[in-house]
């Protein structure tokens, strides 16, 4: 399954570090950070796919704490 979601990061490096730690997540197969879109695009596996965006968020708020990601 694959979503896009809507991201508040701050900055270009910002976002890169947010992708490579959301590509480390188990259950993730791709991800993708646009700083200047200020999207995110996250491939997982369907039947964990919540669980695994929870996950996700906290891997993005580890990078940057006060980033805001819409999963509604």
């Known amino acids: 399954m ?21 590509k480390k997540v188990p259950g993730v197969v791709d991800a993708t950070v646009s700083f200047m879109t200020q999207k995110l695009a996250v491939e997982a596996e369907d039947g ?13 708020k580890k990078v940057e704490p006060d980033c805001e990601i819409y999963l509604k």
């Open 2 to 22: 694959k979503k896009k979601f809507k991201i508040e990061v701050d900055c270009a490096n910002c976002a890169a570090k947010m992708e490579e730690a959301v």
């Open 48 to 60: 964990r796919f919540d669980a695994i965006m929870q996950d996700v968020v906290k891997a993005c």
